[in-house]
């Protein structure tokens, strides 16, 4: 069974950080490419960033480089993400998240409320 466990969300004041890592189990950890995704309250889903199977390259949604990083170690089969610098307009549910043979995987998610 494919498991995605994200964690790490929490309350945290503006200008604040979190990590949020995700555990993965039950797939090929070191194959796929992984990404984060959120969602703000009453919007749709945002991609946030991704990282490439060996971790050598990472993406980020426009505005976000500087700020959030995603890193992996697939001894651990663990991707994280970590935010700086966090805004009002960061709040949301994340996501880790995958596609296996064209089918999405992700898991119940961790909130981040950003708020004074």
């Known amino acids: 069974e494919v498991q995605f466990v994200e964690s790490g969300g929490g309350m945290v004041q503006p200008g604040g950080s979190l990590r949020l890592p995700c555990a993965v189990s039950?797939?090929?950890?070191?194959?796929?490419?992984m990404s984060w995704v959120r969602q703000a309250p009453g919007k749709g889903p945002e991609w946030v960033s991704g990282i490439n199977p060996t971790g050598s390259h990472a993406y980020y949604k426009d505005g976000m480089k500087g700020r959030f990083t995603i890193s992996r170690d697939n001894g651990e089969s663990t991707v994280w993400l970590q935010m700086n610098s966090l805004k009002s307009e960061d709040s949301g549910d994340y996501y880790c998240t995958t596609t296996v043979n064209s089918l999405p995987y992700w898991g119940q998610g961790t909130q981040v409320n950003v708020s004074s």
């Open positions: 039950g797939l090929s950890f070191g194959v796929y490419e």
